[in-house]
């Protein structure tokens, strides 16, 4: 599968050509277009319950796309992400990769779309009880609102709550307050996650919810 | 001859308005290394690159350097003379435009024979400019920062030497170091918060240890960086999003016709001293050198110097000021600088606005 990331930081989109027998898993609406000639078929994330789960746990939708080129020669087709910003890929190679709920995206047919306990703190941070672990072989695509960067961390770190996207299994996370309590409170920046560990994060470089304090006044 | 014993030395600081992207691309055209070495010689910055020159030829390399943007120090020979001892012998036997094996003593062995053999490229580039005049060599004093994802979704990080103190933003800090101590100060009372600003400012202290913040501003857009040198800058309330100490932030009452009547905030923040000052605007910046008289939009104003006056008016007559569209605009008279952003807030509001749900 050949499958190019465009369009810059602000309205990324995935180009991908299928080969002859290939398929690909995607968000339900992520399509934007393709070739006639692609079949599309819709299934459950996972099964029923599992799918509901999804849905109703980890901010997935409960259907999944299936596009297949049955045809004899390369097809290809757009994905698109609904938020303005950056779409990166992850190929996994006999790994287990972690996303925040609704990071998501596509993925190459041998990887396998989980759900995995985050925690009560994750929880309590807004961020969801659970989170996306995509496990196997292949590419996985993901994105989020703003642009997207790549931060090695050794120790610790700490990630304002709305920020963080992706992370190696080999991080663990804690909650805790951004300063003392007066801070958290009146700095706006209540609770942050402390990553530690060895490995890598991605992170967004905006937050809806900044946006949506920035906007709503005055509209 | 002349034989005083000049290092070049890359600070690693960005001259304003280069990113660090740009930067790289510099050093790889300039010294005609890999990509990935001249990202490497710019993070490891401060390096020297170049040991043991006379006067009149590091002067060269500096303006060499310093005219694609990047900053260089020249250490003289006062403090290192034990250091050109040693190397003298080295000097002396090859012509001082062509130093190659004395040049870079701290860098990892791998990259030192690509930099050497850019050496002789910056020399050809600098002996083919005009006789360099002998100019004092100035320290940059700023911090060591980095912008990501411009223009779209400008990220802020700097690194915090020990001790070192940074103003943020309320509620702008995304990552960070656990070296990083964070207080909340309520500054400028009242006016700040008729400004638009927050009423509480952040400050991220290194208390443990070098660290590293990383500032995302909420507006989707962009975010420039200013040395000041004891000048003064006046931000739309909104604008500002970090800096170091020594700068002086207050608000300024604008006064009715120039706030009131121009549909924008009543006040203006002021920003004079000397430090770091990061700026942050909905959508891209662009700077713009004012010589004689300019013309903006209120909505799309992120800053000016000091110098610039500034009136408002309409563009046309009252037919064009209700159905143009343009509204009222901002007249700057006189020499400075002036930053505009390509988005207005007032115009994705009401446009966005159209959209939402009414409520029966």
Redesign the interface.
Known sequence: MKANIKG???FSYVEVELAPGESIMTEPDAMSSMDASLDLTARFNGGLIKGLLRKYLGGESLFISRFHNATSTPRSMTIVQPT???ILCKELNDEVYFMQPGAFLACEESVKIGLGFAGFASWIAREGLFRIKVSGHGKVWFGAY??L?E?EVN??????TS?LVAYDPSLRLNLQL???L??SF?????LVT?VSGKGKII?Q???IS??A???NP?? | MNNTMIDVVLTGELAEGISFEQACATVEKLFKLPAEQARQLLETAPRVIKRGLDSETAEKYRLTIEKNGLKVRLQGDADTAAKSEVLAPETAAVPATAVTSAVVAQAPVEAAPAIARQETAVSTTATALAPAQPVAATDFAGLKFRI??SP????LTVQLPPGQMLKVE?????????N?????K?KGGISRMLSGE???L?EFTAENGPGEI?I?????GDLIHRYMRGETLYLQSGAFVASTPGINIETKWQGFTKGFFSGESLFLIRASGEGDLWLNSYGAIIEIDVKDGYVVDTGNIVAFTEGLEYSISKVGGYKSLFFSGEGFVCRFKGEGKLWIQTRS??A??GW??QY?PTKD
């Not at chain 2, 779209?152 to 990220?155: A, K, M, R, V």
């Open positions: 810059g930081h602000a303005p910003g950056e703003g642009a960067l931060k120790g610790e770190y700490i990630v304002d920020h951004a300063g003392g007066f801070s009146f700095g706006g920046e209540g402390r992170i470089t905006r937050s900044s946006l304090g920035w906007l005055k509209l | 990501d994802g779209d979704f400008g990220f309320a509620s702008a800090m995304a990552t960070m170091d656990t990083l101590v964070m207080k909340t309520m927050n009423l509480f952040n990383g995302a501003p909420a507006t989707p807030v007032g994705f509001a966005a606005g939402r």
